[in-house]
């Protein structure tokens, strides 16, 4: 029974370029959940998503960074023209429904380094 | 002040000793209360699951809630070296956006052999 896949683990972008991040959750589950882990900072909400569609993004910039949940496929969160301090462990979660008894399932993240 | 407030440590503890670690809060709306592990370089893993208040022990790990102090801890007994990660304590509350978790920022604890 895999886990909530991530990947790549490790991105490496220069100034400018584009980031796509990519969440497959586990299966049976619909919703997704992510997660920024800054330097020396705890894990902040971002977005979460059901299929096709967005439930609350609040936590994400809302310059540059986009999510999405397709019908078919992963999860993707897409960052644009990539700046310093968006270098940071990014960490998708599942769970099978938005239930608050529902226990979030992290994959290893992202590792997106800026340079 | 921060929602939530962990100390960071790092905490460090000889093999078989009792590890204590706690976070307090702000938000009385919180009402679910988690205590995940995360490994180097991997993502946090779900140790406990506490709703409410109260008390909730599995195998050498031991979840407290007082929700009248804000205050939640996770007793090791037993600690051993595997036992070394960060510790992030987590919670939820229980209206509208109860899928939320708001995390602290981590202990870093490790067990020497």
């Known amino acids: 029974n895999a886990g909530v896949m991530q990947n790549p683990r490790h991105l490496v972008r220069r100034r400018g370029q584009e980031a796509r991040l990519r969440c497959s959750p586990m299966?049976?589950?619909?919703?997704v959940y992510w997660y920024r882990q800054l330097p020396e900072e705890g894990l902040k909400f971002m977005v979460y998503?059901?299929?096709?569609?967005?439930?609350?993004e609040s936590g994400m910039p809302k310059e540059r960074f986009s999510a999405e949940f397709p019908k078919e496929g992963p999860s993707i969160l897409r960052i644009q023209q990539v700046v310093r301090g968006d270098s940071a462990a990014y960490f998708c979660a599942s769970s099978p429904d938005r239930s608050p008894n529902s226990p979030l399932h992290f994959g290893n993240g992202t590792r997106l380094t800026v340079t | 002040q921060k929602e939530v407030e962990q100390d960071p440590g790092p905490l460090s503890v000889p093999e078989g000793a009792i590890v204590s670690l706690n976070c307090t809060y702000s938000?009385?709306?919180?009402?679910?209360f988690m205590w995940y592990r995360q490994y180097s370089r991997k993502g946090p893993e779900l140790l406990m699951y506490t709703y409410s208040s109260g008390n909730k022990e599995d195998g050498r790990f031991t979840a407290q809630v007082d929700k009248s102090s804000k205050y939640i801890s996770l007793f090791i007994r037993d600690s051993q070296p595997s036992d070394s990660a960060t510790y992030l304590c987590?919670?939820?509350?229980?209206?509208?956006?109860?899928?939320?978790?708001?995390f602290g920022k981590g202990t870093l604890l490790t067990v020497n052999p």
């Open positions: 987590a919670m939820k509350n229980s209206g509208g956006s109860n899928y939320k978790l708001t």
């Open positions: 299966k049976g589950h619909s919703h």
């Open positions: 998503l059901q299929k096709e569609n967005i439930i609350d």
């Open positions: 938000n009385s709306a919180f009402q679910y």
